[in-house]
């Protein structure tokens, strides 16, 4: 039998953060350093917490949902990337989330609240910059993310989030 939970403010005093950080750590919100993240999920885990359950936004392999995060403003092949993808995702059983924002601004923090609320397998950006902090939660939570822009290969883009790479700038 797993140890007992501890409150949250017992956790709260061991990792030396607020009560709304601990949470935030739980409900996977991305606006939680990744060092603090870590340190907190740590003391979570010693606590008996499930921290690498669905909870805790961490459901990249079961997941059928492949996000893709396109700039309103991409040339006029996105949509033949998007309708590659589409059908390239449906031969393994796969689903895309098509989210666009404003070319030249940094995607929004509650696309990635809502991504690790729902799981995704990998995440394309097609012609996006994700900032330093969207690609840390990202990694830490072991969620590929292939940036690209509209004259990618569509095989290669889907394959490197399947294989799981992280990061790379194709096309």
Known sequence: MSAPRRKL???????????????KVLRAYPDVAPATR?????VLRRAGYPVDSDASGNRREE???VDVVVASQSSGRAGEVLAGLADAAREPGLALVVTT???????PRLWLERLFARGTRGVVGLDVEFTDTQLAYLAA????CVA??????????LAAVLDG???SRAG
Do not use: Q, W
């Not at 939570?141 to 590929?144: G, L, N, T, V």
């Open 9 to 23: 403010a017992v956790v709260a005093r061991e990792a030396g953060v607020s009560i709304s950080t601990v949470s």
């Open 38 to 42: 870590t340190r907190v999920r740590e």
């Open 63 to 65: 997941s059928v949902l």
């Open 101 to 107: 924002v404003n070319g030249g601004e940094p995607v």
């Open 141 to 144: 939570y072991e969620i590929p």
């Open 148 to 157: 690209v822009d509209s004259r990618a290969s569509i095989p290669e883009v």
């Open 165 to 167: 790479k992280y990061l």
